[in-house]
């Protein structure tokens, strides 16, 4: 059965593949970094970072689900997603200098704010341009590349950071996740508001509404 889907849907799935293909080399064993890698580092420093992350994740999904849905077009959802997206991307390479504690807390703290921005933009704009009929299966076609996607890298992490050690890896999966991002623009001229019809991005249109 041949699959057509459309540029927009296509582009917000291989950005997702990418970009949590490269975190699922390092998320397995990221409680290994933290436990061998920083000074201090132990199981509970581990869990506090976890928590760190979901907790700012997730209380800034509705606040910035609310701040993109009181504004129409899509100017401000792809500003959320790529921006979101980017920011996300840079933590890798700040856990190569990370040596306390309180130095993964503030990474992980940043990197929940990044993907709640990134994701409250990904699923405006998926829900807006998923064809219509092929729902179910455009949803699952972005979970499935995602799981496949990091099972696979989860193995290669393993490996990795055996044969090179964490820093090199690190910089292989913050390189994914802008490669993630430079893939969003390939879908720039479909959002309504973004770069075409004499518009850009303006920061108060998008926090402050007239």
Known sequence: ??????????????SDL???SGWGLITPIFAIFIVNNIQGGSVFVVGIASAIY???KSLL????????????????????LVVGLFIASLIPFGYIFCKFPWHVYILQAIYGVGLAMSLSGWCAIFTRHIDKGKEAT???????????????????GGWAVTKFGFNPVFIVVGILGLLGVILLLGIRNNI???FNNGHVLNLKEIFHKK
Not at 71 to 80: L, N, R
Not at 138 to 156: R, Y
Request: hydrophobic share 50%; aromatic share 14%; net charge positive.
């Open 18 to 20: 990418i970009f949590f």
């Open 61 to 80: 999904r509705v606040p910035f689900g609310m701040i993109l849905d009181g504004h129409k077009g899509e100017k401000d959802d792809y500003f959320f």
């Open 138 to 156: 455009e949803w699952g076609l972005d979970a499935t590349s995602i799981g496949l996607g990091t099972g696979i890298s989860a193995a290669i």
């Open 192 to 194: 309504k508001g973004v």
């Open 54 to 56: 979901w907790i700012i």
């Open 1 to 14: 059965m041949k699959l057509k889907i459309n540029n927009v849907v296509k582009y917000l799935v291989l």
